[in-house]
């Protein structure tokens, strides 16, 4: 089955590209290209940006009732959901998540979003009096922010699109959505149900590209507000161009999180619960806590019971249900890997297990051996800087006070998690470790909560009532008449 395509989706239809430039999709697995699409240049984010301008400022969108709006957003999250298998499917081709994990995550979470959202719009305080202060009623407002960039990673393409899209176009917004180039195919399937849900033409536009294509759309007149899921470094270049503009943004960015053992934890369940949130899709997720924090007591009993857990998940085709770990994304990606294993041997850290070179069985692909070190001290740059890979590090602490510094020692503050048998300490610990998402004894991301992060891992949150708040703007309007 071929997946090429030779169209944007722009103005509710799809559009020729303005160039003859194309992106491969290369499969992580095979190496082979699994499909071509029109690589967006600055014309085609032109024409994207014109039809959502003219959706917002002319169209109907904005001008909809919340309770349209959200009609209109039913339909598409039921099409959605018949779509789950091949959605999980089609990013397990273009960027080698395993099976199983697009399966549980890759699309059944963004559908879960959208309903999660819409629960949050029938509830959300669109307009409401409240008294004022100097004795006359007070209309508060949220309208539509305008018109809103949308640039997801590759690493979980649907997930982060929906976690802008859906809240943007229930505020009463429109959209321009610049998939990553490693993983243009899931958004064209999304163009497909948004047509076939009757979502008015120009309110989501799609033109996938590379960086200058996405640094074009940021930096556009006729864009209101950015929302963008990556990296610290490619965020601080985003949030520079916006606040030259004054213009809106929302950034989810990096993490290096952390999850502390204590003694008291059932061992058995926090390894097994270790394997999910330290190598989630293979290791290449924000939120992955890959520094293991164990007391010096317990150290080697935690980092025995990781190293046998760890060596039994399979590693291979991201097709077979049975793996566990898939391909890098790319072979820049495996390179970067490989990079911080070396470097982690150089910094005087221990491997346990793995290490550089293809793991068994596999002579092709962008695989990396999963890799676990030991002995490593918080200040290694395998313990500072984001590998985004199958790499753990396993570092010891002398009690509770100094695993809570040495979680806090880190320019990020995205997620974390604390294993024990006390709930009461696992949360005295949560409230004192300084990320926005946190776990006891489990890690999830809750679509009514807010998620996002402290320090370098970003601005703003999504998901919850405050995500959706990130695509309004508040208008108080000041009137002499009763409230009613």
């Not at 009609?71 to 779509?83: D, H, M, R, W």
Request: net charge negative; hydrophobic share 45%.
């Amino acid at each position: 089955m071929s997946h090429d395509r030779d169209t944007f989706f722009i103005g509710g239809g799809w559009a020729a590209p303005a160039s003859t430039d194309v992106l491969e999709v290369v499969s992580p697995h095979s190496e082979q290209v699994v499909a071509r699409v029109p690589e967006g240049t600055p014309a085609d984010i032109d024409a994207a940006v014109a039809a959502a301008r003219k959706a917002f400022d002319e169209g109907p969108w904005p001008r909809m009732s919340p309770e349209e709006r959200i009609a209109v957003v039913e339909a598409f999250s039921g099409l959605y959901a018949g779509k789950l298998a091949e959605m999980a499917d089609l990013i397990t081709i273009e960027m080698g998540s395993p099976t199983s994990f697009a399966n549980l995550a890759q699309s059944p979470a963004p559908w879960m979003q959208i309903e999660s959202f819409l629960t949050i719009a029938r509830e959300f305080p669109w307009e409401a009096t409240r008294p004022g202060a100097l004795g006359g009623p007070v209309v508060v407002r949220h309208e539509p922010v305008g018109v809103v960039a949308a640039i997801p990673p590759w690493n979980v393409p649907q997930f982060t699109i929906m976690s802008k899209v859906i809240p943007a176009i229930l505020a009463g917004c429109t959209v321009v959505v610049k998939p990553a180039p490693e993983t243009p195919l899931d958004a064209y399937l999304m163009a497909e149900l948004l047509m076939e849900a009757g979502v008015p033409e120009g309110v989501v536009n799609i033109v996938a590209g590379g960086r200058e294509t996405g640094e074009h759309l940021v930096s556009h007149p006729g864009v209101d507000k950015v929302a963008f899921t990556g990296s610290t470094a490619a965020g601080r270049k985003i949030a520079a161009i916006c606040g030259e503009q004054l213009k809106r943004v929302s950034l989810e960015l990096g993490g290096k999180s952390a999850a502390i053992v204590l003694d008291d934890a059932d061992l058995a369940a926090t390894i097994e619960g270790l394997k999910f949130t330290a190598l989630m899709n293979s290791g290449q997720a924000c939120v992955a806590q890959t520094r293991i924090l164990a007391s010096r007591a317990n150290y080697d009993n935690v980092l025995d019971a990781l190293v046998e857990g760890v060596a039994k998940m399979q590693v291979g085709d991201p097709m077979d249900p049975a793996t566990e770990i898939g391909p890098m994304v790319a072979q820049r990606q495996q390179e970067r890997v490989e990079k911080y294993i070396a470097l982690g041997q150089e910094e005087g850290a221990r491997v346990a297990l793995g290490g550089n070179g293809m793991p068994e069985g596999l002579d092709h692909g962008w695989y990396v051996r999963p890799t676990i070190f030991a002995d490593v001290d918080n200040r290694m740059r395998i313990a500072q800087e984001e590998i985004f890979g199958p790499v753990l590090s396993v570092i010891p602490f002398d009690d509770v006070d100094d695993a809570v510094r040495i979680a806090n020692d880190s320019e990020y503050g995205l997620a974390g998690t604390v294993w024990t048998t006390d709930d009461k300490a696992g949360l005295d610990v949560a409230r004192r470790v300084r990320t926005g998402t946190y776990g006891v004894n489990t890690y999830t991301m809750d679509f009514a909560a807010p998620f996002g992060g402290f320090k370098n891992s970003g601005v703003g949150r999504e998901f919850g009532p405050e995500g959706l708040g990130q695509f309004t703007e508040l208008k108080s309007i000041y009137t002499s008449l009763p409230a009613t």
